[in-house]
Nanobody
Framework: QVQLVESGGGLVQAGGSLSLSCVAS????????MGWYRQAPGKQRELVAN???????TYADSVKGRFTISGDNAKNTVYLQMNSLKPEDTAVYYC??????????????WGQGTQVTVSS
């Protein structure tokens, strides 16, 4: 089993910044993907950004140029730096990790979610 512990988030005014972090612990052979999703009220959960093999990054168009994802494999930690926040960024943000077993079977894990609220 793998546990994900998220931290960061909170309330910020539009134009401000917040930083999220997520630490994975437990039975980890190899982390293939670490990322962040978000879900606003009444909307589907969507990908915000992810990092594959601690090198290749992907961003949603809506956050490109404002958010930066980074990872630290040694600490099994992924970070999301969010700048120039907008009210439409308000959502619950979920950490997501895909862990590979020694036989290369992928297992998908989710954090408990952390609220980000951007006031106008």
């Amino acid at each position: 089993q793998v546990q994900l512990v998220e931290s960061g988030g909170g309330l910020v005014q539009a134009g401000g910044s917040l930083s999220l972090s997520c630490v994975a612990s437990g039975s980890i052979f190899k982390i293939a993907v670490m990322g962040w999703y978000r879900q606003a009220p009444g909307k589907q959960r969507e990908l915000v950004a992810n990092i594959i093999n601690n090198s290749v990054t992907t961003y949603a168009d809506s956050v490109k140029g404002r958010f930066t994802i980074s990872g630290d494999n040694a600490k099994n930690t992924v970070y999301l730096q969010m700048n120039s926040l907008k009210p439409e960024d308000t959502a619950v943000y979920y950490c997501n990790v895909v862990v590979l077993t020694p036989t290369q079977t992928p297992w998908n894990y989710w954090g408990q979610g952390t609220q980000v609220t951007v006031s106008s």
